[in-house]
């Protein structure tokens, strides 16, 4: 009886890590903006858009991870396209938690545009 109990706790010890249940959050892929800053990331990027996507109906049609102010510091970033108009949807890399969820006008787009251009170019090597 023993060893039948033992037997029934390894195969569900094996079927939880089959499931991925106790898995660490899934890799970033090297092509998302921001990658590098992906050790800081307990939330995964698969999580980060599932969130995303039930704050924000629509299509990703960009992501990046980045720091910014506000949370953590350190968030993933998504344009949501939901018909013509754009939404910025912010996932804090470390909660979950929504920090941003608003339209994206096209001025507001070209400052970060900006802002990150300047700020590569003073990021060390």
Known sequence: MTSILKLASMAAALGLFATG?????????ASLSGHELAPGAKV??????????????????DQELEKEKGGSGLRYSFDVK??????EVGVDAVTGKVLENGHESAAKEAREVKTERAEKRVAPH
């Open 82 to 87: 939901v018909g013509a108009k754009t939404y």
């Open 44 to 61: 995964s990027l698969d999580r980060a858009r599932a969130i995303a996507l039930k704050a924000r109906k629509g299509k990703i049609v």
């Open 21 to 29: 249940a106790a898995a660490a959050p899934s890799p970033v892929p």
